[in-house]
């Protein structure tokens, strides 16, 4: 059974840090492009980044500068770094797993970000 758990959101200031983290199970997560996204009520689910196995990142421009994704091979866990927080990246991040030339994607729960002083 695959899984995708996040944790590590809640409320924070403007201008404040979080840390989200993902931990797979049920894959071999050295095949997987990991990535996180987004979605803010009202709004389309959106990309924030992506992370290949071997490093590769690739962000959303609202992303860029702020946020740093990240993943450890070896314990299966993907983390997504926000500073600089504003309002308007509140919304319910996502972890996603993509199989590398397969057509297999897997989603996390959620966790849900908040942004407000």
């Known amino acids: 059974q695959v899984r995708l758990v996040e944790s590590g959101g809640g409320l924070v200031q403007p201008g404040g840090s979080l840390r989200l983290s993902c931990a797979a199970s049920?894959?071999?997560?050295?095949?997987?492009?990991m990535g996180w996204y987004r979605q803010a009520p009202g709004k389309e689910r959106e990309l924030v980044a992506t992370?290949?196995?071997?490093?590769?990142?690739n962000y959303a421009d609202f992303a860029k500068g702020r946020f740093t994704i990240s993943r450890d091979n070896a314990k299966n866990t993907v983390a997504l770094q926000m500073n600089s927080l504003k309002p308007e990246d509140t919304a319910v991040y996502y972890c996603h797993g993509r199989r590398v030339y397969l057509s297999l994607n897997y989603w996390g729960q959620g966790t849900q970000v908040t942004v407000s002083s």
């Open positions: 049920g894959i071999t997560f050295r095949n997987y492009v």
């Open positions: 992370i290949t196995s071997d490093g590769n990142t």
